[in-house]
């Protein structure tokens, strides 16, 4: 049911945000009067927003066929004020580099929203404890990033001096708008033709997709993207640094993902329970959708530090049609043709974003994938071992099995790429040092 909720209210916080941060960093500078200019606007739109989403509720409710629903999704529109609040003083510690006190603060926030969703489904209040974690999070990381950045508004505005910000990220938040449908409409689509049970094995497999994209291309996207805005007038330097950073992102989850791939049978299983194998083959097809995400996530980064983001917003409007037809075109199949037909949509998707912004630092597809093959023959090779000993060990316990195949993996992808990528190895620890002492300044 929370899938349900969040993506309505996941739209209302793209629009509380509409760009303003990234607009802040591309500004390179902004003074105090701009900077508390955007805060209150932030806040006037968030609080607007917010607004909106509990009027909204019951016909969301009735959207799903879930009367239910109406009063989550209602608690849930108070994390948009948050939202709003928020993005002014995370901005601040991204552009100055400061990533430690925001990797700091999103890490505290997410311990105490885990920690007070735990406390509330002990005591039984179900659902509800799972609407808690996102608000409980998101205040934890308002109050660190606003004591780290130390920085608070003054009770001035100006629209003259947010003008040109907002000009800027009006094209980002339409591009912002359009891929936030496009990464979601499958769960709309399963949850209101397929139903709430297929929507939660279906959801689950996304967020097995999803993690690498949030705990590692997320944070090198957070480092790229005002590094390359400071570089956005040496392109040489700003091609070099995007590539590096694509090789860098490659080495880390290409394996992440085959191996999800390879023991996916006895991961779900052993994790998930045999409640969950429907989701499984699910799991395997978007294992790959989500290797091919995770290096295509920078993308944005360009159209970005090079000012271009009308450019993103037209390749995503082309883009929306052919992802959401995709998605739909699989649904009589279930879950699992809903995932095919995803993974076929964006991979054209995909090559069609990626030519287009690369023209833009006058970079070939050839100089893109030169930092990929070394990943991704060391990930297949892993795969393949992985895979030809989970055949040789049937009928051995899931759970010996599971623990074979991830240390066969590990072992056999830190082989291969010490033979055949020493070089990008370290590069990745090279740029872990030299990040070290800006993180910690």
Same mark, same amino acid.
């Given at each position: 049911? &929370?899938?349900m909720?969040t993506?309505f209210?996941?739209?209302g916080?793209?629009?509380s945000?509409?760009? #303003?941060?990234? *607009? #802040?960093?591309? *500004? !390179?500078?902004?003074?105090?009067?701009?900077?508390?200019?955007?805060f209150?606007?932030?806040?006037?739109?968030?609080?607007?927003?917010?607004?909106?989403?509990?009027l909204?509720a019951?016909?969301?409710?009735?959207?799903?066929?879930?009367?239910?629903?109406?009063?989550?999704?209602a608690?849930?529109?108070?994390?948009?004020?948050?939202s709003?609040?928020?993005?002014?003083?995370?901005?601040?510690?991204?552009?100055?580099?400061?990533?430690?006190?925001?990797?700091?603060?999103?890490? #505290?926030g997410?311990?105490?929203? +885990?920690?007070? +969703?735990?406390?509330?489904?002990?005591?039984?209040?179900?659902?509800w404890? @799972?609407?808690?974690?996102?608000?409980?999070? $998101?205040?934890?990381?308002?109050?660190?990033?606003?004591?780290?950045?130390?920085?608070?508004p003054?009770?001035?505005?100006?629209?003259?001096?947010?003008?040109?910000?907002v000009?800027?990220?009006?094209?980002?938040?339409g591009?912002? &708008?359009?891929?936030?449908?496009? !990464?979601?409409?499958?769960?709309? @689509?399963?949850g /209101?033709?397929? %139903?709430?049970?297929?929507?939660?094995?279906?959801a689950?497999?996304?967020?097995?997709?999803?993690?690498?994209l949030?705990?590692?291309?997320?944070?090198?996207v !957070?480092?790229l993207?005002?590094?390359?805005?400071q @570089?956005?007038?040496d392109?040489?330097?700003?091609?070099?640094?995007?590539?590096?950073?694509?090789?860098?992102i490659?080495?880390? $989850?290409?394996?992440?993902?085959? =191996?999800?791939f390879?023991?996916a049978?006895?991961?779900?299983?052993?994790?998930?329970?045999?409640?969950?194998?429907?989701?499984?083959?699910?799991?395997?097809v978007?294992?790959?959708?989500?290797?091919?995400?995770?290096?295509?996530t $920078?993308?944005?980064?360009?159209?970005?530090?090079t000012?271009?983001?009308?450019?993103?917003l /037209?390749?995503?409007?082309?883009?929306?049609?052919?992802?959401?037809?995709?998605?739909? +075109?699989?649904?009589?199949?279930?879950?699992? %043709?809903v995932?095919?037909?995803?993974a *076929?949509?964006?991979?054209?998707?995909?090559?069609?974003?990626?030519a287009?912004?690369?023209r833009?630092?006058?970079?070939?597809?050839?100089?893109?994938?030169?930092?990929?093959? /070394?990943?991704?023959?060391?990930? #297949?090779?892993?795969? %393949?071992?992985?895979? @030809?000993?989970?055949? &040789?060990?049937?009928?051995?316990?899931p759970?010996?099995?599971?623990?074979?195949g991830?240390?066969?993996?590990?072992?056999?992808? =830190?082989?291969?790429s010490?033979?055949?990528?020493?070089a990008?190895i370290?590069?990745l620890i090279?740029? *872990?040092?030299?990040l070290?002492?800006?993180?910690s300044?």
């Amino acid at each position: 049911m &929370l899938g349900m909720a969040t993506f309505f209210v996941g739209i209302g916080q793209l629009l509380s945000d509409f760009g #303003i941060g990234a *607009a #802040i960093m591309h *500004a !390179r500078t902004a003074d105090r009067r701009v900077l508390s200019s955007c805060f209150w606007l932030n806040v006037a739109v968030a609080s607007t927003l917010a607004a909106a989403v509990v009027l909204a509720a019951p016909l969301i409710g009735t959207f799903y066929h879930r009367p239910d629903l109406a009063p989550v999704v209602a608690i849930l529109s108070f994390s948009l004020v948050l939202s709003g609040l928020l993005v002014v003083p995370s901005t601040l510690l991204v552009r100055d580099l400061r990533f430690a006190a925001y990797t700091s603060a999103q890490i #505290i926030g997410s311990l105490v929203g +885990a920690i007070a +969703a735990s406390g509330l489904a002990f005591a039984g209040f179900g659902v509800w404890s @799972l609407v808690a974690q996102p608000l409980c999070g $998101t205040a934890t990381v308002l109050v660190a990033c606003s004591v780290s950045a130390r920085w608070y508004p003054r009770f001035e505005y100006s629209w003259a001096a947010v003008r040109p910000l907002v000009r800027f990220s009006s094209a980002l938040l339409g591009t912002n &708008l359009v891929g936030y449908v496009n !990464r979601n409409a499958d769960s709309v @689509l399963i949850g /209101r033709v397929l %139903g709430a049970g297929a929507l939660g094995f279906y959801a689950m497999a996304i967020q097995l997709m999803l993690y690498p994209l949030q705990q590692v291309s997320s944070v090198f996207v !957070r480092v790229l993207l005002p590094t390359l805005m400071q @570089l956005q007038d040496d392109v040489s330097r700003l091609r070099a640094a995007y590539l590096k950073t694509v090789a860098c992102i490659a080495l880390v $989850t290409f394996p992440i993902m085959g =191996g999800l791939f390879a023991v996916a049978d006895d991961f779900v299983y052993v994790v998930f329970g045999s409640a969950w194998t429907e989701m499984t083959p699910v799991v395997k097809v978007l294992a790959w959708v989500g290797m091919l995400q995770s290096v295509g996530t $920078t993308v944005g980064t360009i159209y970005l530090s090079t000012g271009n983001p009308a450019v993103a917003l /037209r390749v995503t409007l082309i883009g929306a049609p052919v992802l959401i037809s995709g998605m739909a +075109a699989g649904l009589p199949w279930g879950i699992l %043709g809903v995932a095919i037909g995803y993974a *076929a949509a964006s991979f054209s998707f995909f090559y069609y974003s990626l030519a287009t912004a690369l023209r833009l630092i006058h970079v070939t597809l050839a100089d893109f994938h030169e930092g990929l093959v /070394r990943p991704l023959g060391a990930t #297949i090779a892993m795969v %393949g071992v992985v895979v @030809l000993a989970n055949i &040789l060990m049937q009928g051995t316990e899931p759970s010996h099995r599971l623990a074979i195949g991830v240390s066969l993996g590990v072992v056999v992808y =830190g082989a291969a790429s010490f033979v055949v990528n020493r070089a990008q190895i370290a590069e990745l620890i090279a740029i *872990a040092h030299a990040l070290r002492p800006k993180a910690s300044s």
